[in-house]
């Protein structure tokens, strides 16, 4: 799973984040920590550049030491949804980028005009 979403664009980390959370229960940091063969501040900054697919629990506190911040994902469906429809629109803006210069290069015409094959 984390191969696949290294594949999405995800950093190795973000990937690792992401595949825990995917099971949509809820999980503390330190979890994510131990899961994840991550440090804590790693997975902080981690957790943070997720933002848009995760949501933070309130933090509880377990005796001493920092509290135990739970986070899950919002919605495995909403991010598959979202990052099918991101991988899309990319790929609609490098499509009409290809259009666009071949419509600017004059050889490319004239290779067509001829019969020419231009699979470049």
């Not at 899309?88 to 419509?103: H, V």
Request: charged content about 25%; hydrophobic content about 40%.
């Amino acid at each position: 799973m984390i191969e696949q979403l290294q594949k999405l664009g995800f950093t190795l980390n973000q990937s690792k984040v992401i595949s825990i959370l995917l099971d949509e229960q809820w999980h503390t940091m330190r979890e994510i920590e131990v899961s994840s063969d991550l440090c804590q501040p790693i997975v902080s900054l981690t957790v943070k550049s997720l933002v848009d697919y995760i949501e933070i629990g309130r933090a509880d506190r377990e005796g001493k030491g920092a509290p135990l911040k739970p986070v899950r994902i919002k919605s495995t469906y909403k991010f598959l949804n979202n990052i099918n429809n991101a991988i899309l629109d990319d790929a609609n803006i490098k499509m009409r980028a290809i259009k666009e210069l071949r419509s600017n290069v004059p050889s490319l015409h004239e290779e067509h005009d001829n019969g020419a094959d231009n699979n470049a």
